[in-house]
């Protein structure tokens, strides 16, 4: 089968058969779940909290759940029809103040109420969960996600969920016994799955139920403050449910077939999943993927606003590279702080050059095919991210032109308008260099041997003329770097003499960029010009006394 083939669908169904890409993998779940249950449309659903300002977390649930979707796609020939809902949760009361909001006072006179009556601490919007939604819809919009938004406030109030609670109150009795074990006993003693709207001050009540009369479709609890007993209709937004028995019921009305959640939340989806089947439902399929932690270890948390926001993370880098630290090991833990961006960035493009070689089987298994909706654009990328940062660490660059004289010289032809994708990446690096590596930039000082070595390289490349290929620098460079310390005897170079420790290559980044480790050296010489290496050589001995 060649290249081609792939785009013939009938081929594409059967590799996607076969893919052992995550992605696949989940889909088949789903095919596997319409033969025992089909329907015309298969709905998949992802959930969102706003009581904090969005995060990366909640982009990459919808992002995996978007690259799921496609895969179930392809391996049903599109013939039958899907959605995505994107749900959020804003008619939980405000049980806390975020950390990273303005106005906290204001939003503090609001604790219980629901997030969609919590004043808007920006004062852009009607409401706090207004603000956050909207920051999360022109997001995903600004991705090109096709999905629907729904709000909790909108499903309850406009009767859309009103079957669904009132199946729920028919089973009162299995939901209380499916979710009493699981609680602390202070905590059982007063639970309910219901939560009353206050009549009287619109707050969320945790309060007992003391009767319930599916019939009438009511419940019975007392006022907290007024002790009076109160008699309300469970359904038109007058009651909602505690968020176990709310993510079953949800399943239930909204036909959910597919949703994915977090690892902290597997005793839940079991929970839930219970409660599910015991209303007549069967829980959808998923799986529970790995947190994203902070620089600290600690899980991101929208309250606590630690880790990135999707702005930081677009301030430095490209949504392609977003999407490729999402895709990758779903159910692996991952650290996502401002040091794991440039790696992404080069990868995404090396993904995309790897695309056009190979086969279609392969091309499942690459990244950027689910990235991409199974359209990747063509690699044209003439200069990797690190390569910039250590162009504009070496220069102290401030401005892009700086940086566009170093890649014409190595890249003759290339321009801002030849390479409009470059050309942002440009500007990534730029901001990346200011606020990450600029502050942390420290030279360290050359041993009395890595002094000689310097000293060596800086008389060797002197020799060379100033148009010398990336290649022959870089073989300068290892000639140079082959002797002791440096000397790595596991390795060979192709003449058969000893090879060279990337200690050598890490060592010139340090002392002559303030910087761990960069690109190829030879690479970078090419670029940043030989003299002004040589340059850059005497200032980093000069300044080592």
């Known amino acids: 089968m060649t290249a081609a083939a792939i785009e013939n669908p009938s081929d594409l169904r059967a590799l996607a058969e076969q893919s052992h890409a995550w992605p696949f993998e989940e889909a088949r779940k789903i095919v596997a779940r319409l033969k025992k249950r089909p329907k015309d449309e298969v ?13 990366i977390g909640t982009f990459g649930e919808v992002a995996r759940t978007t690259m799921v979707r496609h895969a179930f796609r392809v391996l049903t020939g599109d013939k039958i029809k899907t959605r995505l809902i994107a749900f959020s949760d804003d008619m939980d009361g405000l049980r806390k103040v975020p950390d ?22 920006f004062g852009t919007h009607a409401s706090f969960a207004d603000h956050n939604n909207a920051r999360l819809r022109a997001f995903l919009d600004q991705f090109g996600f096709d999905y629907e938004f729904l709000s909790s406030t909108a499903c309850y109030t406009s009767g859309r969920f009103d079957d669904a609670l009132l199946k729920v109150l028919a089973h009162f009795e299995k939901v209380m016994a499916i979710m009493l074990p699981s609680l602390r006993e202070e905590r059982a003693q007063s639970y309910s799955p219901f939560l009353p709207l206050s009549p009287r001050t619109g707050a969320v009540l945790q309060v007992p139920v003391i009767a319930h009369d599916a019939n009438a479709g009511t419940i019975t609890y007392e006022d907290p403050d007024t002790t009076e007993r109160v008699t309300t209709l469970v359904t038109g937004g007058r009651c909602k449910l505690q968020w176990k028995p709310d993510w079953a019921m949800r399943w239930i009305a909204l036909g959910v077939d597919y949703e994915m959640a977090g690892k902290d939340l597997i005793d839940s989806v079991k929970l839930s999943g219970e409660i599910c089947r ?33 702005e930081e993370w677009l301030r430095y880098a490209s949504p392609e590279s977003l999407s490729l630290f999402m895709y990758r090991e779903p159910k692996a ?11 992404h960035v080069d990868e ?36 990797t991210f690190a390569m910039l940062l250590s162009l504009v660490t070496a220069s102290n660059a401030e401005n892009a032109e700086t940086l566009w004289g170093f890649i014409g010289r190595y890249r003759p032809g290339v321009t801002r308008d030849t390479h409009p994708h470059l050309a942002k990446l440009v500007d990534y690096a730029i901001h990346y260099f200011r606020d990450f590596v600029l502050p942390a930039k420290k030279f360290r000082d050359p041993s009395a041997a890595e002094r000689a070595a310097l000293i060596d390289l800086r008389d060797a490349l002197s020799q060379l003329p100033a148009d010398a290929s990336a290649p022959a620098i870089q073989d300068v460079v290892y000639e140079v770097g082959r002797r002791e310390p440096f000397l790595d005897h596991k390795k060979k170079a192709k003449d058969g003499k000893p090879g060279v420790s990337l200690d050598w290559f890490n060592m010139l980044y340090q002392v002559l960029l303030g910087q761990e480790k960069g690109p190829r050296f030879g690479s970078f010489v090419a670029a940043y010009g030989i003299q002004n290496t040589i340059d850059m050589i005497d200032g980093a001995l000069a300044r080592s006394g």
């Not at 959930?47 to 995060?55: D, E, K, M, Q, R």
């Open 278 to 310: 015991a209303l007549g439902g069967m829980p959808p399929e998923g799986f529970n993927y790995e947190l994203f932690l902070d620089e600290n270890g600690q899980k991101i948390s929208k309250s606590k606003g630690n880790g990135l926001t999707i």
């Open 43 to 55: 709905i998949f659903e992802t959930g969102y909290g706003p009581s904090g300002l969005p995060h």
């Open 100 to 121: 990273n909001i303005p106005n906290k006072e204001l939003v503090a006179q609001h604790l219980n109420q629901p997030l969609t009556k919590v004043p808007d601490p």
């Open 333 to 343: 833990a991952k650290r996502l702080y401002f040091d794991v961006i440039p790696r």
């Open 348 to 383: 995404y493009q090396q993904f995309l050059e790897a695309y056009e070689r190979q086969a279609p089987r392969e091309r499942l298994a690459n990244p950027v095919w689910h990235i991409h909706g199974g359209t990747p654009p063509q690699a044209d990328n003439p200069v």
